[in-house]
């Protein structure tokens, strides 16, 4: 399983360094064709990664509900995020993938509750809510690659 995290480590290292070279105004911009925009692509990330992993599991996650309703699947951005919106979710990008490493390796994750997803992928335990997050994680990644060169 190591792979696993060390592929979303890469991820969101590239997710961090999309952050920190756009503007505050280019992160929430919504360029013409698209429904969303860069920084909405990351929360949501860590939106589907807490539910995917931690809620399916039964488990408590480390963000609040208001931020996944925010940024779950079929959102879209009701308005700009702050600077201080943009670094909790800085910082989100590395502690709920450490949190996630530290609990699968300690065996925090027992139980699932078997989820088809919206590509009718079933994910039916944590492994493969992790590599099916690592898929989902890319996904956004390369939308957010052409996000960034309208911005």
């Given at each position: 399983m190591s792979s696993v995290f060390d592929v979303q480590k890469t991820i969101r290292?590239?997710?961090?360094?999309?952050?920190?070279?756009?503007?505050?105004?280019?992160?929430?911009?919504?360029?013409?064709?698209?429904?969303?925009?860069?920084?909405?692509?990351?929360?949501?990330?860590?939106?589907?990664?807490?539910?995917?992993?931690?809620?399916?599991?039964?488990l408590p996650t480390m963000v609040s509900e208001d931020f996944i309703n925010k940024y779950r699947k079929g959102t879209k951005p009701e308005g700009d995020v702050s600077q201080a919106e943009v670094d909790e979710i800085r910082t989100l990008l590395s502690t709920t993938l450490e949190k996630t490493k530290n609990d699968f390796e300690s065996g925090l994750f027992v139980d699932y509750h078997e989820y088809t997803t919206s590509i009718g992928f079933t994910l039916r335990h944590v492994q493969g809510a992790l590599d099916f997050n690592n898929y989902h994680e890319g996904l956004h990644t390369g939308v957010i690659m052409a996000l960034r060169k309208l911005v």
């Open positions: 290292e590239i997710l961090l360094k999309i952050l920190d070279s756009h503007s505050l105004e280019q992160l929430n911009k919504v360029p013409d064709g698209f429904s969303n925009n860069i920084i909405w692509n990351i929360g949501h990330c860590i939106s589907s990664q807490q539910v995917l992993v931690y809620k399916l599991s039964g």
